[in-house]
């Protein structure tokens, strides 16, 4: 398995709503991402976990919360979200985060937040 | 912060041109560069990537030049084909929490007319 999956592909979800996005790897891969996307914009880093241990916070707001349950699998626990929050959530993975190796990118999901 | 130019955002060429695409990074410890190709609704995709130790790496009609001491570097389209068009992303390493993040570039977006 070469690939990094995300479900769901689309969320619709209300600012009381709570969901998590889930990211899954069989890539025997270390490092796993997430990624905010806006419209016409790039890739901004939110999380990275290494050896299943949250490495990088990148100063993200607490209604996002991480999980890492495992080396294969990465959520995204959503809470209280504003409009604003609404855009494309990446994972990735990589070999070993202290390596300049590859990220591969999921297909992302799209969130949007009434 | 470390930041990551990119020019120009947009770039119209006719189909069987070449296309062209610099960056430049801040920080001098950056090593790897990565280049990424993003089609409408699709996840970023490797296309090609350096590390600082070469100077040019081609594959296929897609070729990187990096110049490490102006902090430059570029992406070459040869011969190009309507399925180029995309927004492409260059990005470099930032060695920050114990390993290497990636900083963005702002994207542009390629357009190859008939």
């Known amino acids: 398995d070469t690939e990094v999956t995300q479900t769901p592909k689309h969320l619709v979800m209300g600012m009381t709503n709570k969901k998590s996005l889930k990211c899954e790897q069989h890539m025997g891969h270390r490092a796993m991402y997430w990624y905010k996307q806006k419209a016409k914009k790039p890739p901004e880093l939110m999380f990275v976990?290494?050896?299943?241990?949250?490495?990088i916070n990148e100063s993200v707001p607490s209604r996002f919360s991480p999980e890492c349950p495992n080396s294969s699998l990465l959520n995204l626990h959503l809470h209280a979200l504003q409009p604003e929050d609404s855009a494309l959530y990446l994972c990735?993975?990589?070999?070993?985060?202290?390596?300049?190796?590859?990220?591969?990118f999921g297909p992302g999901t799209r969130l949007t937040v009434l | 912060g470390e930041n990551v130019e990119q020019h120009p955002s947009t770039l119209s060429v006719q189909e069987g041109d070449s296309a062209v695409i610099k960056c430049t990074y801040s920080?001098?410890?950056?090593?790897?560069f990565p280049w990424y190709k993003q089609e409408l609704g699709k996840r970023p995709q490797l296309i090609i990537d350096i590390r600082s130790n070469v100077g040019e790496k081609k594959d296929q009609r897609i070729a990187v030049t990096l110049n490490k001491t102006a902090k430059h570097f570029s992406l070459h389209i040869t011969e190009t084909q309507p399925e180029d068009s995309a927004v492409y992303f260059c990005a470099a390493n930032i060695l920050t929490g114990g390993g290497n993040k990636l900083t963005f570039g702002t994207g542009t977006q390629l357009k190859v007319e008939l």
């Open positions: 920080d001098s410890a950056s090593n790897y």
């Open positions: 990735a993975s990589s070999l070993d985060f202290t390596h300049t190796d590859t990220q591969y």
């Open positions: 976990y290494s050896y299943e241990k949250l490495s």
